[in-house]
């Protein structure tokens, strides 16, 4: 049984760039979540993706976006980088919200 | 208010000690609870699910107040392997079972 894996494992962007970030989510999960964790600070959630579909969004902006594939495997994209993106980006699989398995995140810094 | 409050610590504490973490959250719609578990730079992971008649793993024992809308860790003889940050998370029974993180409590075990 394969867990989650993210890629990549640390980014360096630019103000104003644009991210993608990557997840695979474990064998026999259909639902994707991604979360941020700034430092100091809990993972807060972004969005959650169930059949190709976002079903739940937590308090970020448009420019955080997803996408989920037939394979249950998920993008985060993030527009027009702040600073305070800065933080890890983590993504958890689960059967529809149970049993949930994080991967061991992206690391983006914005400078 | 934050949705779910922790003592932030860090909580320093002799090999051998026991030691009590708490939380609160502010939606009395909330339906599930869990402590996790994060190791420094490292993904969330489960530790125990918390249930209101009270349950225990080992050395570790969640009670859960829904009255008072509490929730607690106890970690009894503590080892240096327990040094980590303990995070108090939530969820409501909706479709989505999105994931409510505190912002941890920081354990250090001393020798």
């Known amino acids: 049984e394969t867990g989650v894996t993210q890629s990549p494992t640390h980014l360096i962007k630019t103000r104003g760039q644009q991210v993608t970030l990557r997840c695979s989510s474990q064998s026999g999960h259909n639902t994707v979540s991604w979360y941020q964790q700034a430092l100091g600070q809990g993972p807060q959630f972004i969005f959650q993706y169930y059949r190709e579909e976002e079903n739940g969004r937590g308090n970020f902006p448009p420019r955080f976006s997803g996408l989920q594939f037939p394979n249950y495997s998920s993008e985060l994209n993030v527009n027009a980088l702040e600073l305070d993106d800065s933080a890890l980006y983590l993504c958890?699989?689960?059967?529809?919200?149970?049993?949930?398995?994080f991967g061991s995140g992206t690391r983006l810094t914005v400078v | 208010r934050k949705e779910v409050e922790q003592d932030p610590g860090p909580f320093n504490v002799p090999e051998g000690a026991t030691v009590a973490f708490n939380c609160t959250y502010s939606n009395s719609a909330s339906q599930s609870f869990f402590w996790y578990r994060q190791d420094c730079r490292k993904e969330p992971k489960l530790l125990m699910s918390?249930?209101?008649s009270g349950n225990e793993d080992g050395r570790f024992t969640a009670q859960l107040n829904r009255a008072s809308q509490y929730i607690s860790l106890l970690i009894r003889d503590s080892k240096l392997s327990d040094s980590a940050t303990y995070l108090c998370?939530?969820?409501?029974?909706?479709?989505?079972?999105?994931?409510?993180f505190g912002s941890g409590t920081r354990l250090q075990v001393q020798p």
């Open positions: 918390v249930y209101s």
């Open positions: 958890a699989s689960s059967l529809q919200g149970y049993g949930y398995t």
């Open positions: 998370v939530v969820t409501m029974d909706t479709g989505r079972r999105a994931l409510t």
